[in-house]
């Protein structure tokens, strides 16, 4: 019988997968109560496989998990619920200030700078603001070390992307993305 590290660390072998997508006791959307994640769990992954982990279903952990996490080993963290509904909120926020508004890019420029100010926060909290330049860059894996970083993950052809124009892009692909019903 396989433990979930034996399945995690057999997953990767057998598939070459480039990123996993972790179960540590996070779920997708906002928790029911407080969240418990096995920071064990993750150690030992982290320690099984040699590829960057994902927790799915970040929206709702604190701040200092959310930190311990990283330093365990999660590459990447999906917040998109929590954006979303903070979005949402700053655009109700703004009907009520302004009741008779009636401009639509008003409107979504609310709720994409509340985008941005939570992606900004996230960022800062998972430790990537001004990883890798002092000038607020944020390394996007370059081999060529025009920044100085030297990580075997990183790929050539990548280039250093200014913090302030990856937020932008990040808000601009969510919004772009949301679905109506």
């Known amino acids: 019988m396989f433990t979930k590290v034996d399945e995690a660390s057999r997953f990767v072998k057998e598939t070459g997968v480039d990123a996993l997508a972790i179960a540590i006791g996070n779920v997708h959307g906002f928790y029911k109560g407080e969240p418990n994640l096995d920071f064990e769990r993750l150690s030992q992954i982290k320690n099984a496989v040699s590829i960057p982990l994902v927790l799915h279903g970040g929206s709702g952990?604190?701040?200092?998990?959310?930190?311990?996490?990283?330093?365990?080993?999660?590459?990447?963290?999906?917040f998109y619920t929590e954006m979303s509904a903070g979005a949402v909120a700053r655009i109700k926020e703004y009907?009520?200030?302004?009741?008779?508004?009636?401009?639509?890019?008003?409107?979504?420029?609310?709720?994409f700078e509340e985008a941005k100010n939570i992606i900004k926060k996230r960022l800062e909290v998972f430790g990537s603001k001004d990883m890798c330049a002092p000038e607020k860059s944020l390394c996007v894996s370059c081999s060529d070390n025009v920044c100085g970083a030297v990580d075997p993950r990183f790929t050539a052809g990548s280039k250093t992307v200014l913090y302030e124009e990856l937020i932008e892009k990040i808000s601009k692909e969510v919004i772009s993305n949301i679905k109506t019903k």
């Not at 998990?65 to 999906?78: E, H």
């Not at 009907?95 to 709720?111: H, M």
């Open 61 to 78: 952990i604190s701040d200092d998990d959310f930190r311990k996490a990283v330093s365990l080993g999660i590459c990447k963290i999906n």
């Open 95 to 111: 009907f009520t200030e302004k009741p008779g508004v009636n401009s639509l890019p008003d409107v979504i420029n609310k709720g």
